[in-house]
């Protein structure tokens, strides 16, 4: 079972940037489609940015050119970086692995983190 904890949300301008971490654990990260997800009230999860074993990545429109998604697999981490921040980026933010090792669904994403609150003021 993987377990996967998220850290470096918070409050910024918009304007901005942030840089997500997670941190994961279990033998098959490096085998493995991870993704950053974002929630808003009233909305559905959506992904925002995802990366693929082999390092390929995929992004949202709505974010494409301000996020980079990386990973390092010889510490099991996922990052985002977040640069000129909008206040629609606000919302909680939850890393996921694939058992998969390309996922660009949801429904491809099977274990997730708890979540951490990015809030980006105007």
């Known amino acids: 079972q993987v377990q996967l904890v998220e850290s470096g949300g918070g409050l910024v301008q918009a304007g901005g940037s942030l840089r997500l971490s997670c941190a994961a654990t279990?033998?098959?990260?490096?085998?493995?489609?991870m993704g950053w997800f974002r929630q808003v009230p009233g909305k559905q999860r959506e992904l925002v940015a995802g990366?693929?074993?082999?390092?390929?990545?995929n992004y949202a429109d709505s974010v494409k050119g301000r996020f980079t998604i990386s990973r390092d697999n010889a510490q099991n981490r996922l990052y985002l970086q977040m640069n000129s921040l909008k206040p629609e980026d606000t919302g909680v933010y939850y890393c996921?692995?694939?058992?998969?090792?390309?996922?660009?669904?949801?429904?491809?994403?099977?274990?997730w983190g708890q979540g951490t609150q990015v809030t980006v003021s105007s």
């Open positions: 990366i693929s074993s082999g390092g390929s990545t």
């Open positions: 996921a692995v694939s058992t998969l090792p390309i996922a660009t669904m949801q429904s491809a994403y099977n274990s």
């Open positions: 279990g033998s098959i990260f490096s085998l493995s489609a």
